[in-house]
């Protein structure tokens, strides 16, 4: 099957100029998505999906080097949509001639050399999913072409057969068609896709599916530091609500929290990350004040856009209710965190500040030790582990079963290899006496394979923030952990470490079996990684 990409590409820019073709403000699009959601008590818009989660199955790359097209696995579902590809073709580029379609164009990032310009043709055939390309403006900065690039283009179909709903990436020349889902973060991935594999391929940066903060702490030498934290991990594990949390550090000590990304950064080799957007799309479900404060009053805000939350007769908002979906979800932005935002949506170089700490974020609910201090090569192992478990914005099939994404990002374009032993080398380029690396467990201890009946322990936001505080301040003690060979706390002020000992909960025997399971299960999820590089590789 030969597909020529040129040819399909040029045809969607000739497509920008069709008569059927109209180029609404953000305003008009505001008002006329208005007309088909509801306003809540906050003043706030709230809007209903009939697709509830990304398409992720029906996700598949078309690209002329193989190296790319094997990339991915190909499915039967995907398969099949490969086989129909070129028909699929003619028929979109057909229905632009014909549909109702707006246009507009916005850019990612506010950096001095990678700004894509982001050009979107989106078919309102269904009046009602012009919600889609307003939430998406909502995110982004204003288009700026006089920014260096490069450009993306999206063609986003909702009104699509639903049979043959696919989303088709072209990233060898920027292209992504997305047909038959309304759910907004095809269109937000989708871009964000298309710009990491530019950001890699044309810079040599990483994209990372990772937040963003500084943070500036009072250590135990009394003296204040700045760090900048990069938070990696999936939907629903964490990452943004840890990217958007304060940490419990004192304001009246001269400490604080200025908040910069929750979803993308590009990490380049001077430690800095140039960020992409000025909105955060947040998971709603359980959000309440006392363990998100930020998150939960941003969303309470006029401002705020939520989709798929219920909100009842009266306008009353309810994230603690799961009825609709557990992938609710929401757009809070950036200029609305005060006090807490940053200046800019990038992180300074590494020689500008005190240190730069990776986080990664997983979601377990055995054996895990709830906080891990890493060396480099397990750093990047534990970036092509990617653990977690499977949410209801992937996969709602397989929410709550184990999973592994490299980089918890399931976006990458190109061979994952490339990516770890390109994080490696970016890793080893930086100072290691200013870098530190970890892996943080935000799920529970104890409750899968209890064999002594206490109850398991969920692991509190609070935990979490108390041990990252002291990682900071330079307070924590650490001792070795004998089985994944890595570090874990013996003492952290202002926190308990008794709920995460595994006695506890499991005879020896049942935790060493545990344990062992794990270990076994990663080695031989990197034996599919054939080009690692073999400190990597030793590291699991």
Same mark, same amino acid.
């Given at each position: 099957m030969e597909i020529n990409q040129r040819e399909i590409l040029e045809e969607v820019k000739r497509a920008f100029g069709y008569p059927n073709v109209r180029t609404p403000s953000v305003e008009e699009m505001k008002e006329e998505a208005a007309k088909h959601g509801v306003?809540?008590?906050?003043?706030? =818009?709230?809007?209903?999906?009939?697709?509830?989660?990304?398409?992720?199955? =029906?996700?598949?790359?078309?690209?002329?080097?193989?190296?790319l097209m094997n990339s991915i696995e190909w499915t039967p579902e995907r398969k099949k949509l490969l086989q129909q590809l070129p028909q699929t073709l003619r028929l979109v580029l057909d229905y632009l001639k014909k549909a109702p379609l707006i246009q507009h164009h916005r850019n990612m990032g506010q950096n001095p050399d990678f700004n894509p310009h982001m050009h979107l043709?989106?078919?309102? @055939?269904?009046? &009602?999913?012009? $919600?889609?390309?307003?939430?998406?403006?909502q995110s982004l900065p204003d288009y700026n072409p006089e920014v260096p690039g490069p450009d993306l283009y999206m063609v986003y179909i909702?009104?699509?057969?639903?049979?043959?709903?696919?989303?088709?990436?072209?990233?060898?020349?920027? =292209?992504?068609?997305?047909?038959?889902?309304? %759910? %907004?973060?095809? *269109?937000?991935?989708?871009?964000?896709?298309?710009?990491? %594999?530019?950001?890699?391929?044309?810079?040599?940066? =990483?994209?990372? !599916?990772?937040?963003?903060?500084?943070? $500036?702490?009072?250590?135990?030498? @009394?003296?204040?530091?700045?760090?900048?934290?990069?938070?990696f991990g999936l939907s629903g594990t964490g990452k943004t609500t840890h990217s958007v949390h304060p940490w419990g550090l004192k304001k009246e000590e001269g400490e604080r929290v200025w908040i910069v990304q929750d979803d993308f950064v590009a990490l380049r080799p001077d430690g800095s990350a140039y960020g992409t957007e000025?909105?955060?799309?947040?998971?709603?479900?359980?959000?309440?004040?006392?363990?998100q404060p930020l998150i939960y009053s941003s969303a309470r805000k006029p401002s705020a856009l939520l989709e798929n939350v219920l909100v009842d007769w009266k306008g009353r908002v309810y994230f603690?209710? +799961?009825? +609709?979906?557990?992938?609710?979800?929401?757009? *809070?932005?950036?200029?609305? +965190?005060?006090?807490?935002k940053s200046e800019t949506i990038n992180l300074p170089p590494l020689s500008e500040i005190d240190g730069l700490v990776f986080l990664f974020i997983t979601r377990r609910s055995d054996i895990l030790p709830m906080i891990q201090k890493l060396t480099p090569a397990q750093a990047a192992a534990t970036?092509?582990?990617?653990?977690?478990?499977?949410?209801?914005?992937? &996969?709602?099939? $397989?929410?709550?079963?184990?999973?592994?994404?490299?980089?918890?990002?399931?976006?990458?374009?190109?061979?994952e290899e490339e990516e770890g032993n390109l994080f490696y080398q970016l890793l080893? @380029?930086?100072?290691?006496?200013?870098?530190?690396?970890?892996?943080?467990?935000?799920?529970?201890?104890?409750? $899968?394979?209890? &064999?002594?009946?206490?109850?398991?322990? /969920? *692991? /509190?936001?609070? &935990?979490?923030?108390?041990v990252i505080r002291g990682i900071l301040k330079g307070?924590?003690?650490?001792?070795?952990?004998? !089985?994944?060979?890595?570090?874990?706390?013996?003492?952290?002020?202002? +926190?308990?470490?008794?709920?995460?000992?595994l006695s506890h909960y499991y005879t020896e025997a049942t935790a060493e079996k545990l344990i062992q399971e794990l270990i076994s299960e990663r080695k031989e999820y990197m034996k599919k990684f054939s080009g690692l590089h073999p400190d990597i590789m030793g590291a699991v």
């Amino acid at each position: 099957m030969e597909i020529n990409q040129r040819e399909i590409l040029e045809e969607v820019k000739r497509a920008f100029g069709y008569p059927n073709v109209r180029t609404p403000s953000v305003e008009e699009m505001k008002e006329e998505a208005a007309k088909h959601g509801v306003i809540t008590e906050d003043g706030s =818009l709230a809007f209903y999906t009939s697709v509830r989660n990304r398409s992720a199955k =029906l996700t598949y790359i078309y690209a002329d080097d193989p190296k790319l097209m094997n990339s991915i696995e190909w499915t039967p579902e995907r398969k099949k949509l490969l086989q129909q590809l070129p028909q699929t073709l003619r028929l979109v580029l057909d229905y632009l001639k014909k549909a109702p379609l707006i246009q507009h164009h916005r850019n990612m990032g506010q950096n001095p050399d990678f700004n894509p310009h982001m050009h979107l043709l989106f078919s309102v @055939g269904r009046r &009602d999913t012009i $919600r889609v390309p307003y939430m998406w403006t909502q995110s982004l900065p204003d288009y700026n072409p006089e920014v260096p690039g490069p450009d993306l283009y999206m063609v986003y179909i909702p009104e699509w057969q639903e049979k043959d709903r696919q989303i088709i990436v072209f990233p060898e020349v920027n =292209l992504t068609f997305v047909l038959g889902t309304d %759910y %907004y973060g095809e *269109i937000k991935k989708g871009f964000l896709r298309m710009a990491m %594999y530019r950001a890699k391929v044309d810079k040599g940066y =990483l994209g990372l !599916h990772a937040g963003a903060k500084l943070v $500036r702490v009072k250590a135990k030498d @009394g003296k204040l530091k700045t760090y900048s934290i990069l938070l990696f991990g999936l939907s629903g594990t964490g990452k943004t609500t840890h990217s958007v949390h304060p940490w419990g550090l004192k304001k009246e000590e001269g400490e604080r929290v200025w908040i910069v990304q929750d979803d993308f950064v590009a990490l380049r080799p001077d430690g800095s990350a140039y960020g992409t957007e000025i909105g955060f799309f947040i998971k709603t479900d359980g959000l309440e004040p006392e363990s998100q404060p930020l998150i939960y009053s941003s969303a309470r805000k006029p401002s705020a856009l939520l989709e798929n939350v219920l909100v009842d007769w009266k306008g009353r908002v309810y994230f603690q209710d +799961l009825t +609709l979906t557990g992938n609710g979800r929401g757009i *809070i932005q950036w200029k609305d +965190l005060g006090e807490w935002k940053s200046e800019t949506i990038n992180l300074p170089p590494l020689s500008e500040i005190d240190g730069l700490v990776f986080l990664f974020i997983t979601r377990r609910s055995d054996i895990l030790p709830m906080i891990q201090k890493l060396t480099p090569a397990q750093a990047a192992a534990t970036f092509m582990l990617g653990e977690s478990i499977e949410t209801s914005a992937g &996969d709602p099939t $397989r929410a709550g079963q184990s999973v592994r994404v490299v980089g918890t990002n399931p976006f990458i374009v190109g061979p994952e290899e490339e990516e770890g032993n390109l994080f490696y080398q970016l890793l080893l @380029g930086l100072p290691q006496d200013k870098v530190q690396s970890y892996l943080m467990n935000t799920g529970t201890i104890g409750e $899968r394979g209890n &064999d002594k009946g206490t109850k398991p322990y /969920k *692991i /509190k936001i609070r &935990d979490n923030a108390a041990v990252i505080r002291g990682i900071l301040k330079g307070t924590v003690e650490w001792e070795k952990e004998p !089985h994944f060979n890595t570090l874990i706390p013996s003492y952290v002020p202002d +926190l308990d470490l008794s709920p995460f000992d595994l006695s506890h909960y499991y005879t020896e025997a049942t935790a060493e079996k545990l344990i062992q399971e794990l270990i076994s299960e990663r080695k031989e999820y990197m034996k599919k990684f054939s080009g690692l590089h073999p400190d990597i590789m030793g590291a699991v």
